[in-house]
């Protein structure tokens, strides 16, 4: 493992973070509030250490990057990321403690959406939208963003894409790495300004349109308001957001064929299929539940019932009722969406669509061959067959999503947390939804969970958004050595 190299280039990425806060900088300077001041301490204090980390490993250069140098990579960026991305919110004042702080800032990163801000609307303008601005770029990835913009990361970069991208056979678009991650950021930003402009011809304003698409675009679910998207009590405004995360949990790579003009790829693809079905068959089954016992028609029951599905499966966490007070079938349904989560090479978390579909296909092989002992069968995505360590990789990354969610929930109760509460912030958490039920339900938010139990879930976000592997690996001895 070469530190110094993993080094410097944490050190970059750290430079990259500072340059990006000139944006919400200018956001408190336009609007005159608060937030000028602990915004240029926090760019002054970012910009500072990457220049100091790119300097002091200067001299070291590299032609490739081993796997584990990628995994640490992404493990130590993203938690750089989280802690610095907290100052703002530290030396503006909003929170109390730096672990309500960083909570705030891993939440964004990671695109959870779990807050520990009590009152949102009182906060600087210019925070709010450095709260929503980390989710756009914690979105399709920091790293990815890298590859992009600093191409003298150079060659070896595919490890770097491999721990980054939620998927387990991410997709190259491109023969160059760099091109690949700029061609998904094209196609994130294109789809973004359009979802702004749709959100301003309702009744938002361009900067709450601009904080609200940072926020759905990225399935993360921060918002300017106490009472997010209910606040807007819109019919249009549901639709486009729903539409936007439906959008967002669909994988990045056939948005891009699409655009090119093979609209069919949508269909082509197994699993996207499965996604649209389980979104449409949940969003029925819970629109019926919910019909007459908490609304009078089929069309509100629609609205609410296929606004929170979508939220809750893209692991997008926007709310605009309150599913606490649905029927019990409805609220199983949206809890197991929980662990479902959206598809590979989408911006949602989760356990991803595709290892749902391996798992059961897989299942199935299983009981086939107690049936027909002698017959030889394979698992098949697409008419092609999965490779045996692809599905090796599948049930161990499932066993281990399940194992690590058993634990946390355990520990998080342990801290004084309720039953309900542990395991629905855990499977939030874990899966970077946001809400989820008992004391953290739609209507509430992290504040009351006890300060170790916060860093307990801050570790069960990034977890999710890494992919499990990419930080559990560091806990392993072998890593570590030569």
């Not at 491999?162 to 789809?191: G, Q």
């Not at 086939?368 to 008419?383: D, N, Q, Y």
Request: some cysteine; overall charge positive; charged content about 10%.
């Amino acid at each position: 493992m070469r530190w110094r190299y993993v080094l410097k280039i944490v050190g970059i990425l750290t430079f990259a973070l500072g340059l990006t806060m000139i944006f919400p900088l200018l956001c408190g300077i336009y609007y005159k509030d608060q937030s000028v001041q602990p915004i240029l301490q926090s760019m002054g204090i970012s910009i500072s250490l990457g220049l100091f980390l790119t300097y002091m490993f200067r001299g070291h250069q590299a032609s490739y990057i081993s796997q584990r140098e990628g995994m640490a990579i992404v493990a130590f960026g993203w938690t750089v990321a989280g802690l610095l991305g907290a100052l703002p919110f530290f030396f503006g004042g909003i929170f109390p403690t730096f672990a309500d702080a960083c909570f705030e800032s891993v939440s964004g990163f990671t695109t959870t959406g779990a807050s520990v801000l009590t009152d949102i609307e009182s906060a600087p303008k210019g925070i709010l939208f450095w709260r929503s601005f980390i989710q756009w770029l914690g979105g399709m990835g920091i790293i990815v963003l890298s590859l992009a913009i600093l191409p003298f990361l150079g060659v070896g970069g595919m490890q770097l894409y491999k721990a980054e991208v939620p998927s387990p056979v991410p997709d190259k678009l491109k023969p160059r790495l760099s091109e690949t991650a700029m061609l998904l950021w094209k196609v994130y930003a294109l789809i973004s300004m359009a979802e702004v402009v749709l959100l301003m011809l309702g009744s938002m304003t361009f900067y709450e349109a601009l904080c609200h698409t940072f926020t759905t675009m990225p399935t993360g679910g921060f918002s300017t308001k106490n009472t997010s998207v209910a606040y807007y009590d819109s019919v249009y405004i549901d639709t486009i957001i729903t539409i936007f995360m439906f959008l967002s949990g669909i994988n990045f790579s056939l948005h891009y064929q699409a655009l090119k003009g093979r609209p069919l790829a949508f269909w082509k693809d197994p699993e996207c299929r499965f996604f649209v079905f389980i979104v449409f068959v949940l969003t029925i089954m819970v629109s019926a539940n919910i019909y007459g016992s908490n609304y009078d028609s089929m069309g509100e029951s629609l609205r609410y019932g296929a606004f929170q599905v979508v939220s809750i499966v893209t692991t997008t966490g926007y709310a605009t009722a309150d599913y606490l007070l649905w029927p019990g079938m409805s609220q199983v349904i949206i809890f197991l969406c929980m662990f479902l989560g959206a598809s590979a090479g989408s911006t949602g978390g989760g356990m991803k669509c595709i290892r749902v579909m391996l798992c059961f296909k897989y299942i199935y092989r299983e009981l086939f061959a107690l049936i027909h002992p002698r017959s030889v069968s394979h698992v098949k995505i697409g008419g092609k067959a999965v490779p045996d360590d692809v599905l090796k990789s599948v049930i161990g990354f499932l066993a281990l999503y399940v194992c690590l969610f058993a634990i946390c929930s355990i520990l998080l109760a342990a801290t004084g947390v309720d039953f309900v509460t542990s395991i629905s912030a855990v499977a939030s958490s874990i899966g970077n939804i946001g809400p989820g039920f008992g004391m953290v339900g739609p209507v509430s938010n992290y504040a009351a969970i006890p300060y170790l139990g916060k860093w307990i879930l801050i570790w069960c976000m990034l977890l999710g958004r890494l992919e499990i592997y990419t930080v559990i690996i560091l806990l392993v001895p072998e890593f570590w050595r030569k």
